[in-house]
């Protein structure tokens, strides 16, 4: 297979990977009534509405992924108030102290995700999130 053949495959798997672990956030952070409270501004709204927040860019191939990096929350702080990045850096202090918040910050390391692992990662995250629709009773 060519190089060019293989890339709209690996795009294609990133977008997958992206939506199942979007819903994977989302259902972890919601409640048993499929509500998720926003960290940042304590909106509360349905799993459906609710959209994976990113401290560290999803940009970052490294942290797109990375559950630490990543929590529910509103349309409002994530979109329009394009991250709201003093209250999700305040939250992410609280919950992981400045230490952890500034090597994730601070972080230059290469990364490298092969197309394997992004499908391993899929497999994973619907799996997961099998459990967690089962646990919570979760229909969408
Ligand atoms: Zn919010």
């Known amino acids: ?31 048993s009534h499929w509500i998720v409270t926003c960290p940042l501004c304590w909106k509360k709204i349905p799993v459906k509405f609710a959209q ?11 942290y797109r992924f990375d559950e630490n990096n990543c ?26 102290w400045i230490e952890k918040v500034n090597q994730m910050k601070n972080d230059k390391e290469l990364f490298e995700l092969k197309t394997r692992e992004i499908e391993e990662k899929i497999a994973y995250y619907k799996e997961q999130n099998q ?4 646990k919570k009773h979760f229909k969408e």
Not at 52 to 57: A, R
Not at 71 to 96: D, H, P, Q, S, W
């Open 1 to 31: 297979m060519s190089k060019n053949a293989k890339k709209p495959k690996r795009q294609k798997l990133i977008k997958e990977l992206d939506s199942v672990f979007s819903l994977y956030i989302r259902l972890r952070d919601s409640d």
């Open 52 to 62: 994976n927040m990113h401290f560290i860019s999803r940009w970052v191939l490294k």
């Open 71 to 96: 929590f529910a929350g509103c349309m409002r702080c994530n979109v329009i108030l394009n991250g709201n990045y003093i209250e999700y850096t305040m939250f992410m202090i609280k919950k992981f």
């Open 131 to 134: 459990k967690l629709e089962k």
